[in-house]
């Protein structure tokens, strides 16, 4: 399925952002400045949480520019049941659940973990490598790609069954089900895993042992003190110098 | 105590290298090319095992080489009942004890760990710091003044007891002595710890635990695949993005 594209504008460092849908579901691409002129470029695939990418917005561009500014063309798509997207009925119920657990006090269980992230990352892998399809026919966009972001179960499905992605940098900010270990032992690829010391939604050892589970010889886990939405510039920086690596 | 310089050379990028006593201590001095005709720079002091200067000289100056070419001096000192310096009983018992353990598969004590490192830590600590009063006489050496590498406990009492030191990159790849997670509470400087994930010399969790001590409001983690000595180039380049935005 090709990408329609609905609006393009440009923004001050030149950068081309444009919104796309694909079938139904709606997203952003970024290019670097004068891309008309220049080769193909490497792609990376912004990954965010579950917010809808309206609110997303001023996150998600920030990256997309620092990755032009490396000559990287970015892009990304809204999660399913997120957004203006049609709610899921099941993933709704697991966030209510979730809600009164947190309520109480109560100790978040695995099933309750299970049921919030496994729909979501089902339904999601399966519209981000039919995205790649589509971003890849495009003139603009060569490769290599890389995966950037949360959710980290759909960045570890991604990175464990999808040949094309090269390099992954994940954010280990949310809940890891116990599948995602398991998949996690088939990952082999250049890993820059991000977490957030003091994080107030995450289980720091679970995200440790989530690091440890990766086969790739290449990981680096890059820790910062702060909460979850406190990742220093710095982290940014050496995110982009990973990418640079990878994807040069 | 004045540095008496008993050598001088130019190496091929134009970095100084003068090697100097400080009463009986030999030491390294680095300072970046034309020096001459520029204003007093920022100085980092390079931390190191307990092999000796002469086995130690290429990994130092490798770091010595990209501390220049940021715009940093940066020196060394012998360490303790090491390289050329007359041996220290107590540390040469603790030393072969160690290597008894070792050698029956026994674990590694507390008691063990502390006569290691203790007096070690104790002596070494007032050298660097009467080096670090002569290497601001100098009239090329300004600051701000940073921390670089082993032995950890070093690292931690410099950081933690001397106000001129302003950043610190510490290498988790030594035993950690009880008594260091105490003063690692009292450290608030900005800080980046680097561990090797595989390291055969160092317990993973007594790392992650010392990281955590740490009061420091900035402080990161930087893990990377690996033992002891194969620390990645590109932990290199970070701990030197670390001390470019604090010693700048």
């Given amino acids: 399925m090709p990408l329609h594209f609905t609006s393009e504008r440009h923004l001050d460092d030149g950068v081309v952002e444009r919104e796309f849908t694909l079938g139904e579901i709606p997203g952003i691409l970024w290019t670097p400045a004068s891309m008309s002129t220049s080769a193909p470029v490497p792609l990376i695939l912004l990954g965010h949480p579950t917010l809808g990418l309206h609110k997303m917005y001023p996150r998600l561009v920030a990256r997309a520019r620092h990755a032009a500014a490396d000559g990287f063309a970015s892009a990304t798509i809204e999660l399913p049941g ?28 695995d099933e309750i973990i299970d049921a919030l992230t496994l729909p979501l990352v089902d339904k999601a892998v399966p519209e981000w490598r039919e995205a790649l399809d589509a971003f890849l026919e495009l003139p603009e966009i060569g490769g290599p790609v890389g995966y950037s972001g949360g959710v980290i179960s759909i960045g570890v499905r991604l990175a464990a069954t999808d040949p094309r992605i090269v390099a992954a940098g994940l954010f280990a900010g949310s809940f890891v089900p116990r599948a ?34 990766f086969a790739s010889k290449e990981k680096c886990l890059n820790a910062n003190m702060g909460g979850h939405t406190g990742v220093p510039p710095h982290a940014g920086d050496a995110a982009s110098n990973f990418f640079t690596r990878h994807l040069k």
Same sequence: chains 1, 2.
């Fill in 180 to 213: 995602t270990y398991e998949e996690a032992r088939r990952v082999t690829i250049p890993l820059h895993v991000l977490l957030q010391w003091d994080d107030e939604r995450n289980d720091r050892q679970a995200a440790l042992n989530l690091f440890d589970a």
């Fill in 82 to 109: 997120c957004g203006d997207r049609p709610r899921i009925p099941a993933l709704e119920q697991a966030r209510a659940d979730l809600r009164l657990v947190l309520e109480a006090g109560e100790p978040v269980t």
